[in-house]
């Protein structure tokens, strides 16, 4: 079935009142014009400062110290795992272990001692 303009404004205007209406935002502005409609949000700085304290509150930094606790306790027992090994141990993607990595190396808690291949880690304080 073939959607007019006004219709698909009127569907994106449902699911936006939708989004807004459990998300506590600002209703959306929707406009049919020709062969477009166009969505506008107003700027709400109360409704940025709720959202940035809520983001603050969902993602604490412990989650992240908590993957670098696993991450040395994973190299104390077996110094020689690859980041690929360790992201299937830990149920967490290669990039996100090397990020880790990266930052553990960074603060002088891990260094790699030997080549990439072969190679192995050194915990140097924890």
């Not at 709400?44 to 908590?66: D, H, I």
């Not at 110094?79 to 990020?99: F, M, Q, V």
Request: with cysteine; net charge positive; glycine share 4%.
């Amino acid at each position: 079935m073939l959607r007019t303009v006004p219709s698909c404004a009127k569907l994106c205007q449902n699911i936006a009142i939708d989004f807004c209406w459990n998300e506590n935002a600002p209703f959306p502005k929707i406009d049919a014009q020709d062969n477009y409609f166009y969505v506008t949000f107003d700027r709400s700085n109360e409704y940025l400062k709720m959202v940035e304290t809520e983001t603050v509150q969902r993602t604490p930094e412990r989650s992240g110290e908590k993957t670098r606790e696993k991450i040395i306790q994973s190299i104390k027992t077996h110094p020689d795992i690859t980041t690929k090994d360790l992201a299937a141990s830990l149920g967490s993607s290669e990039k996100n272990i090397e990020w880790h990595i990266k930052r553990l190396k960074a603060q002088g808690v891990l260094k790699r001692v030997g080549p990439d291949k072969g190679g192995q880690w050194e915990i140097v304080s924890s």
